[in-house]
């Protein structure tokens, strides 16, 4: 089961501040743009997030481009709520639920 605790105090964080929120979001698209040009290509010479090399293709194949592509539009619909003036937190709660129902069961073995 998540840590309900640890999200909500994640998703909190991350929108308190408005220019870091943009930032977070600027990080968040580079990120979903990696992950996609890996299961495309399976090539890390376009990859902004360097550091996180040897991670990206296996996030890559785990999510797929429907987990890729569900997660752009959280981060859409975070934007749209931002420049709304609506709560960011909720945008990112919301996205956070989506993803947990979504996400296949880890296997015992990434337990």
């Known amino acids: 089961d998540p840590d ?8 909190k964080a991350l929108s308190q501040d408005r220019e870091a929120f943009d930032q977070i979001l600027t990080i968040g698209y580079d990120l979903l743009r990696d ?12 990859v902004v997030n360097v550091d996180l090399g040897g991670r990206l ?3 890559a194949e785990r ?3 429907q987990g890729i592509e569900m997660l752009k539009n959280g981060l859409d619909q975070a934007y749209r709520l931002q420049t709304r003036n ?18 296949p ?3 015992p073995s990434e337990e």
């Open 35 to 46: 992950l996609a040009q890996v299961l495309e290509n399976e090539s890390s010479a376009d």
């Open 86 to 103: 609506v709560n960011q937190q909720l945008g990112l709660d919301d996205l956070a639920l989506e993803v947990l129902s979504r996400a």
């Open 63 to 65: 999510l797929g481009f």
């Open 4 to 11: 309900w605790k640890v999200l909500f105090d994640s998703t």
């Open 57 to 59: 293709k296996p996030w």
């Open 105 to 107: 069961a880890p296997s």
